[in-house]
């Protein structure tokens, strides 16, 4: 069964520094997301993008965020300048076509620690 | 804005019984799509089962199922036969039948312990 794939599982920042999250979608899905899960706390939406462009985003989507879809396989999500709060597990999501209600299918997620 | 909210913090429960977690919701939509994750220790989220509000019945998927009652906001998941690999986090997640808004809002999720 298709998946979709995270990169890497486990990464490790200094506050302060710059980094990128990889997402391969499922291929012939259309539509995009982030989630972000803070250890013992529910799951969270960031952002949904769909035809090249930013669908939804949250509060917590701010400045420092920003998502691309660099080559027609990978998603990222880059937190340019990172904080401790920024600590978290990081979803990547998929579904097939917005508007069919289809269920969005999870990466294994990406675990984020910042030193 | 919608809000879920998961009742049952935690639950614990002998292998092979059966189980309930509760799910309520509040939303002025109406229409729109619930769903239950499974969240294992290895914490990917794995989709469980999928309800569409506008239609009555019940769905199912084997040991699986739901009690949807709509004009009480309730979306209560039941395990059957429960199995030792059924131990984990379970959330339920409201989503608005709304193109280019389909964004999953979760509840606090319930830890669910099946007892060899």
């Known amino acids: 069964e298709p998946e979709v794939t995270q990169t890497p599982s486990h990464q490790v920042t200094q506050m302060g520094q710059e980094v990128i999250l990889r997402c391969v979608p499922i291929?012939?899905?259309?539509?995009f997301y982030w989630y972000r899960q803070i250890l013992g706390q529910k799951v969270e939406f960031l952002v949904s993008f769909y035809n090249n462009e930013i669908s939804e985003k949250s509060e917590i989507f701010d400045d420092q965020f920003s998502v691309e879809r660099p080559d027609g396989s990978n998603f990222t999500l880059k937190i340019r300048s990172t904080k401790l709060e920024d600590s978290a597990m990081y979803f990547c999501?998929?579904?097939?076509?917005?508007?069919?209600?289809?269920?969005?299918?999870f990466g294994d997620g990406t675990r984020l620690s910042i030193l | 804005a919608q809000t879920v909210t998961q009742s049952q913090p935690e639950m614990s429960v002998q292998e092979a019984e059966t189980v309930t977690l509760s799910c309520t919701y509040d939303?002025?939509?109406?229409?729109?799509?619930l769903f239950w994750y499974k969240q294992p220790p290895s914490r990917q989220m794995i989709l469980v089962i999928r309800q569409e509000a506008y239609k009555q019945q019940n769905a199912t998927e084997n040991r699986f199922s739901v009690n949807f009652q709509k004009a009480a906001k309730s979306f209560s998941l039941k395990i059957s036969d429960s199995q030792l690999g059924d131990t984990a986090m379970y959330f339920c997640?409201?989503?608005?039948?709304?193109?280019?808004?389909?964004?999953?809002?979760f509840g606090t999720g319930t830890r669910l312990t099946i007892i060899p």
């Open positions: 939303t002025s939509e109406s229409n729109y799509y």
């Open positions: 291929s012939n899905h259309l539509y």
């Open positions: 997640a409201f989503m608005k039948r709304v193109f280019g808004n389909e964004k999953l809002t």
């Open positions: 999501a998929s579904s097939p076509l917005p508007g069919s209600g289809q269920p969005q299918h």
